[in-house]
């Protein structure tokens, strides 16, 4: 049974640092994984997607690394923004619909 | 991408009623998928939503409780039955992209039981 952990659990940075958002999964036979970002009481806004024979995606500000190995994946937000301030979520898809880590809560501050 | 509604946004209820809550997708896709958040907690599947086949339920979840519908494929219902402030939660639609296979969530459904 896939299970994701996600690390750190909470972050609070000032605007303008560059961070990194870490998840780890125990069963590495996915064939693709999410970042997601959920807003406080809403649905969740697909950021990016990685296919499992690709290692990174990048969409803007946003880096998604991918080592399906050792069932790791990163998320890298360059010059964070107050906007920025959200629930992320990875999950991996594999023959089952995604499992989901419990997300880390980033808060950037002006 | 898809895009997905909602109805209701979000529902107050008495414990013992029920709710039907509905899911729309601006295009046709094989597979639909109701997932629960709880307060302060990630995201779980309840079911797995085939067009023209009964539902499949993850454990712990039992179609008595929690039985859906998929009458076309675009359109999906599940029904949270004999609530109790337990069943407090978002309640999130979601489909896969055919294609790349990736996921689009809906706005959810806000439920809370009094």
């Known amino acids: 049974k896939q299970e994701v952990t996600q690390i750190p659990a909470a972050l609070s940075v000032p605007e303008g640092e560059n961070l990194v958002l870490n998840c780890s999964f125990t069963?590495?036979?996915?064939?693709?994984l999410q970042w997601f970002r959920q807003d406080p009481g809403k649905g969740l806004t697909s950021l990016l997607l990685?296919?499992?024979?690709?290692r990174e995606q990048t969409s803007g500000r946003l880096n998604a690394s991918l080592d399906k190995s050792s069932g790791r994946s990163t998320l890298y937000i360059a010059a964070s923004q107050p906007g920025d301030s959200a629930t992320y979520l990875c999950?991996?898809?594999?023959?089952?619909?995604?499992?989901f880590g419990k997300g880390t809560r980033l808060s950037v501050i002006a | 991408s898809a895009v997905i509604s909602q109805k209701p946004s979000r529902d107050i209820c008495q414990r013992g009623t029920s709710l039907t809550i509905q899911c729309q997708v601006d295009?046709?896709?094989?597979?639909m998928f109701w997932y629960r958040q709880q307060p302060g907690q990630s995201l779980t599947l309840i079911a797995t939503?085939?067009?023209?086949?009964?539902?499949?339920?993850e454990s712990g979840f039992v179609i008595d409780k929690f039985p859906i519908s998929r009458p076309n494929l675009t359109f999906s219902t599940l029904t949270v039955s004999n609530m109790s402030p337990e069943d407090s939660s978002i309640y999130l639609c979601?489909?896969?992209?055919?294609?790349?296979?990736?996921?689009?969530f809906g706005p959810g459904t806000r439920l809370t039981v009094t």
């Open positions: 999950a991996p898809s594999g023959n089952t619909p995604l499992v």
């Open positions: 295009s046709q896709v094989t597979m």
């Open positions: 069963d590495s036979a996915i064939y693709n």
């Open positions: 979601s489909v896969t992209d055919r294609g790349n296979y990736e996921q689009y």
């Open positions: 990685i296919q499992s024979s690709q």
């Open positions: 939503a085939n067009q023209g086949s009964e539902a499949t339920y």
